[in-house]
């Protein structure tokens, strides 16, 4: 059971263990794109690719899908950020259990937006635990654990490439040790867990008085979705790329120097922020040197970014 892209590197470690896969369980087809057109999840592209029967149910708890679900008499139900929480009757039902793979290092950062929150954090680490599901978030008992490094480099995008290899050969080593019924039980701590719901638009907003380091980190956080954003000239302007600088004693916000790559802002510390890549509103994406020569042109020291108030 699963949905997005982090699912699939899962799936097909799964098959190229020689694993019988019967069924795989993901969302249906949902709209996407400013022209709204249907599209599968990638889970179900790579089930179709391996001819593994898909079911897409809206909600996972009517009688007739859980039906459907039962029906596959499962031994082992793997779920990897399927988007839907599982009723008793399917978590009692596999005689191995159901088991989750999930992107950190438990019982930190139980939720849908974990990969997000290990960079907004500023966390130098996380990881993948795999764990026996139950009926609250991300809360049951733990069998195996892997650590990722967080690069300062790295962004959502290429943390989830690693954190989702990194949890298809976890998985690969934990599969036989719950077969063989060798594999750990290890209780969460509550009084550890930390969460990592899903993104808000108020978090996407970048606060020019934090220090250039929580910057950074919120606009590599949140790269490449949703991505941080901030005003000028009351424009909402996203913000893709940057770089950290030594700052200069200017209000936050503030531009203090202009390149022909990039235009550095102040912050509320003496690390500053060179954006070096940037998309205006309406407009796509682009690097901050072709802001510069055209839309961006009036850019210059002094001004402030930030905007007025929403």
Known sequence: MGTPDFSVPILKKLVDDGYDVRAVVTQPDRPVGRKKVLTPPPVKVEAVNLGIPVFQPEKIRTAEELEKILAIDPDLIITAAYGQ?????ILDYPKLGCI??????????RGGAPIHYAILQGKDKTGVTIMHMVEKLDAGDMISQVEVPIE???DVGSLHDKLSSAGAKLLSETVPKLILGEAERIPQNDELATFASNIQREQEKIDWNKTGQEIYDQIRGLRPWPVAYTKLNNDVVKIWGAQKQAGQAEEPGTIVQVEKD?????TGDDTAIKIMELQPAGKKRMAAAQFLTGAGSFIEPGLKLGGYDE
């Open 85 to 89: 929480i599982l009723p008793s009757e």
């Open 100 to 109: 989750n793979v999930h992107a950190s290092l438990l019982p930190e950062l």
């Open 152 to 154: 300062d480099e790295d």
């Open 262 to 266: 990039g235009f550095t802002v102040s």
